[in-house]
């Protein structure tokens, strides 16, 4: 049961352009879409969160857009750096401090 | 700046083994998590555990797992009597501090548990 779906397994952009990894959910019931990046050895990294009230939340870099009719979020990264080439997770929750249900996650190659 | 450990970072067992995972969560942080990742598969969740008592668990979770918190700083997950299908990466997560909920859980590095 895929309650967090990221249907592309790998992203390979060129450096300086725009990364946009996409997430779709089926649980209506997720309040809370947060997104992780991880690099091999290490443990997952929280990048960015979003509640399930606003369809946009920006930091630095980083922006995720949640359009809760069509249960999909996405995650920009602009401008892409070397840096940034790690395995994404789209996760959710159903409230602050619950468990988190994650995506099998996007692998970025950040391309020179 | 503040992070949850976990040790060992490889654990080797054989099959039938009980084996200990141990974490250090963040220390003003008040929930508490395990996930696993088998290889190639995608995070899952274990347990949750809030005020000294396990708040949600997974079907994941069996009779074979426990977890405690026997002082102030760790959290261990005991996995009593090892399967060949429990070698994964096991996470331990921290969140929450004080009357301010989070949404954000901290991740430790994981220990790689195999199980011959």
């Known amino acids: 049961d895929q309650q967090v779906k990221q249907n592309s397994p790998s992203l390979s952009v060129q450096e300086g352009r725009i990364s946009i990894l996409n997430c779709d959910y089926t649980?209506?019931?997720?309040?809370?879409f947060l997104w992780y990046k991880k690099y091999p050895a290490e443990g997952p990294t929280f990048l960015i969160s979003?509640?399930?009230?606003?369809d946009k939340n920006e930091d630095g870099r980083f922006t995720v857009f949640l359009n809760k009719s069509a249960k999909h979020l996405s995650l920009h990264i602009v401008p892409s750096q070397p840096g940034d080439s790690a395995v994404y997770f789209c996760?959710?929750?159903?409230?602050?401090?619950?468990?988190?249900?994650f995506g099998k996650g996007t692998r970025l190659h950040i391309l020179p | 700046e503040p992070e949850v450990t976990q040790t060992p970072s490889h654990q080797v067992t054989q099959m039938g083994q009980e084996v200990i995972l141990r974490c250090v969560p963040i220390?003003?942080?008040?929930?508490f998590y395990w996930y696993r990742q088998i290889l190639g598969q995608k995070v899952e969740f274990l347990v949750s555990?809030?005020?000294?008592?396990?708040?949600?668990k997974s079907e994941i979770f069996d009779d074979q797992f426990s977890v405690e918190r026997p002082d102030g700083s760790n959290f261990t997950l005991k996995i009593r009597s090892t399967k060949l299908e429990d070698s994964a990466m096991y996470f331990c997560?921290?969140?929450?501090?004080?009357?301010?909920?989070?949404?954000?859980?901290?991740f430790g590095p994981g220990t790689r548990l195999t199980v011959l």
């Open positions: 996760a959710a929750s159903e409230r602050r401090d619950d468990k988190i249900i």
């Open positions: 649980n209506s019931m997720f309040d809370y």
């Open positions: 997560a921290s969140s929450g501090q004080g009357q301010r909920r989070s949404n954000e859980q901290f």
């Open positions: 979003i509640s399930s009230i606003k």
């Open positions: 555990f809030y005020n000294n008592e396990i708040s949600e």
């Open positions: 220390s003003n942080h008040l929930y």
